[in-house]
Structures are given as C-alpha cells and as structure tokens.
C-alpha cells in the first residue's frame, strides 16, 4: 500500500511517499533544494512552515466551529448502542 496513513495530501516520488501537508512541503524544500544551506535558515523555514499551519487551523476553527459542540461520554455510549 503506497499511502499506509491514508492521509491526504500525500506525494508519491517513485519509491517514496510522502503524507501530511507539512512532511510534502518539507519534502519538496529539500528535494529541490529549497530548504536552505545552514541550520539557521533550515530552522527559519520549519519555523514560518509551522507557523502557516497554525493560522491554517485559526481559519479552520473559525469556519468550521465544530469545537462547539459538545459531546459527553454518555452521547458516544448512546450512539454506539444505537448503531448496533
């Protein structure tokens, strides 16, 4: 199975397989030798990488407010019974 996490997005690079938006990102940076030539840049480049990823899940929460909801251990229970 080329994809075992089943995540997307992934990217296959012949042998390779690569998930998780920030892995693909990071693949890429180093594979076309973007990711920088020394420690400090490389760290700078993770740093703003994860950074976008942070207001990525900013935005996300702010679309989708599915934190909202609430969900007790006796809803999860019931519904299990339920779809049995």
Known sequence: EKNPFANLPYLVDGDTVVCQTNSVFAYLA?????AGKDLQTRTLHNTLLC?????????VNIIYPFKKVCRTSTNSLLHSIAVK
């Open 30 to 34: 180093e594979k076309l030798d973007m």
């Open 51 to 59: 950074e976008s990823y942070d207001v990525r899940d900013a935005m």
